[in-house]
Each structure stands twice: as C-alpha cells, then as structure tokens.
C-alpha cells in the first residue's frame, strides 16, 4: 500500500499509528524496498471481511496483495496439478544428444535490425 492510499483510508498524515517492519520487499527489477512500517485494516469484499496488513512503502504505486490476502478474500484458488505426462526431455531425448547437429543441410537467415 503506498503512502497515499495509507492517508486516504486511514485519514492520517502522520506515520506514527505504523508498527514497526522488518520485511524487506523485493521488486520486480530485483531492487530491494524497506517499508516506512505496518498497518492493519479490516477489508470486506461482499459477505467476506477479513483484517489484512499492509506493509506502507514511499512510492506512487498501487497497492498489491499478497497471494495469502486473495486467497482470504476469495479472490483467487489455487489447485494442485499435477503433470503426469515424462518431461519434454525425457519424451524427445533424441532431439537433445549432440551439439548443434542438423542431419542435411539448412539455411538460416539472420535478421541484423534485430
């Protein structure tokens, strides 16, 4: 939940109702976030209310949930499969002996705008 979002649900311009945080969030680029801290808000998605805890970051971003958050909102499943079909590697192992070999000839053209 950015710092923003914080303010409007919350009503507050002040950090000091956050607990303390000691997650370190990764981003997608792999850069890692400390929160400003914590906050707890009870959230309700029709007949489903369940108390979620934001972790307060200092960016204009939307707010996301955790995996564990959509599954308590009953915003996602997740089912188990299971794939019993032999890796693709083991189906074609002959595709994958040698190195770089093509029985015949080939061509290949190269794109070089790419």
């Known amino acids: 939940m950015s710092q923003e979002d914080f303010f409007r649900i919350s009503g507050k ?10 997650a370190r969030l990764r981003l997608y680029d792999g850069s890692i976030m ?10 309700r998605r029709g007949l489903t209310k369940c108390q979620l ?3 307060i970051v200092h960016s204009s971003q939307k707010p996301l949930f955790s995996v564990t958050s959509c ?9 188990s499969v299971v794939d019993t079909t ?4 083991d189906r074609y192992a002959d595709a994958f002996q ?7 000839k080939y061509h290949m053209t190269m794109d070089t705008s790419v």
């Open 98 to 104: 040698g190195i770089g070999c093509f029985d015949g």
């Open 71 to 79: 599954q308590e909102m009953g915003l996602v499943t997740i089912h």
């Open 53 to 55: 805890e934001f972790e």
């Open 86 to 89: 032999p890796p693709l590697i």
């Open 13 to 22: 311009r002040d950090l000091r109702g956050l607990r303390h945080s000691d």
């Open 34 to 43: 400390k929160p400003l801290g914590r906050y707890t808000v009870e959230v």
